[in-house]
């Protein structure tokens, strides 16, 4: 996500979790009941909760990246959808995964799924993988970073995410707003984060558009606007809610 405006705070975020300082956690979160999520720009996203902290795609600012502040901040797990560079970048400390697989760290059980990240069957940009774990007595769901489609086997691993973070600004790699539309109902998620689009002017060698037609695209589902970090708590609800971070 690439807001021109939300720099600086970002910035501010970044350095006091690369200074090692902690964001505020909620009690709830800390005893295993809810994560708080923090934008630290594009999809990388901080995720507090249940004992852990897990950091997805840390990014070069590089591509649709550039100008943001890279997110060099510590976390127990670092899920990245690919090693490309602004998805996939070894620019924070922690244990770094990559690789489809079954994975037990910081007290989690990490399931990656291996999936083509364009829509020519990796031809192009390789393959992505998918990232399903249990944190703070949610389930989550990374797609952060693929174009491809689900199979009915991905479906089967992915279940029926609490969360789904989900890449929608089209281009060459990321699903546009109607695919992740698409994705999103097909998982029946019930809170959604939209990453990988612009929310300003895209920087010239990005080939992403802004998060409006997956809005759209999203019939019936509640939107929040919200800022740079929210507090996910359960239980839910059966509602879809889509939240917009800033």
């Not at 996500?1 to 970044?14: E, H, K, S, W, Y």
């Not at 350095?15 to 994560?35: E, H, I, N």
């Not at 609490?162 to 990321?174: A, N, Q, R, S």
Request: aromatic share 4%; charged share 15%.
């Amino acid at each position: 996500m690439v807001d021109p405006t939300a720099t600086g705070l970002r910035l501010g975020l970044g350095l006091a979790l690369a200074a090692g300082l902690t964001l505020p956690v909620p009690a709830l979160a800390q005893k295993g009941g809810g994560v708080t999520i923090t934008n630290l720009g594009h999809s990388a996203l901080l995720i507090q909760g249940g004992g852990a902290r897990v950091l997805l795609n840390p990014f070069q600012a590089v591509g649709c990246a550039a100008g943001l502040a890279e997110p060099r901040v510590s976390a127990d797990v670092i899920l990245a959808s690919s090693l490309l560079k602004d998805e996939g970048a070894r620019v924070a400390s922690g244990k770094f995964l990559f690789k489809p697989g079954s994975y037990r760290l910081a007290g989690l059980q990490i399931e990656g799924i291996a999936a083509p990240h364009d829509r020519v069957g990796g031809r192009r940009f390789g393959s992505a993988t998918l990232w399903r774990w249990r944190q703070g007595g949610l389930d989550i769901a990374h797609l952060g970073g693929t174009a491809g489609s689900l199979s009915p086997a991905d479906r089967v691993l992915l279940g029926r995410p609490d969360v789904l973070i989900i890449g929608v600004g089209g281009g060459g790699k990321v699903y546009t707003g109607q695919e992740a539309a698409e994705v999103a109902r097909d998982l029946q998620a019930r809170r959604v984060i939209p990453v990988q689009y612009n929310s300003g002017k895209p920087p010239a060698s990005c080939d992403q558009g802004s998060v409006e037609p997956f809005l759209k695209a999203m019939v019936g589902a509640t939107v929040r606007r919200t800022g740079p970090t929210i507090s996910v708590v359960p239980p839910l609800g059966e509602g879809v809610v889509v939240e917009v971070m800033r």
